[in-house]
């Protein structure tokens, strides 16, 4: 089992950066797919980005292209989620995730809040 950690959430200015942590328990961290969600207030959970097990895939979500970065650091067991030119509609909470194989994430952290103001 695994379990997540995010951190690196909070109040930004439009424009503004952010990076974004999430620690990862256990030993087979390496094993994993790791993805990041966001979910504001009355919509529905929205994927973000993900990246492969060696780190050499990534993909994103069509909103967040060119903007956010997903990187990992298997050494020390942590996913991050680079962002950038952040934006109010960027506000959400975000959660990271990670599964072995398939289309469905086994894991998922607590979440962290992001807000964005303009």
């Known amino acids: 089992q695994v379990q997540l950690v995010e951190s690196g959430g909070g109040l930004v200015q439009a424009g503004g950066s952010l990076r974004l942590s999430c620690a990862a328990s256990g030993r087979t961290f390496g094993s994993y797919v790791m993805g990041w969600f966001r979910q504001a207030p009355g919509k529905e959970r929205e994927f973000v980005a993900s990246?492969?097990?060696?780190?050499?895939?990534?993909y994103y979500g069509d909103s967040v292209k060119g903007r956010f970065t997903i990187s990992r650091d298997n050494a020390k067991n942590t996913v991050y989620l680079q962002m950038n030119t952040l934006k109010p509609e960027d506000t959400a909470v975000y959660f990271c995730?990670?599964?072995?194989?398939?289309?469905?994430?086994?894991?998922w952290g607590q979440g962290t809040q992001v807000t964005v103001s303009s």
């Open positions: 995730a990670a599964k072995n194989a398939g289309y469905l994430y086994d894991y």
């Open positions: 990246i492969s097990q060696s780190g050499g895939y990534t």
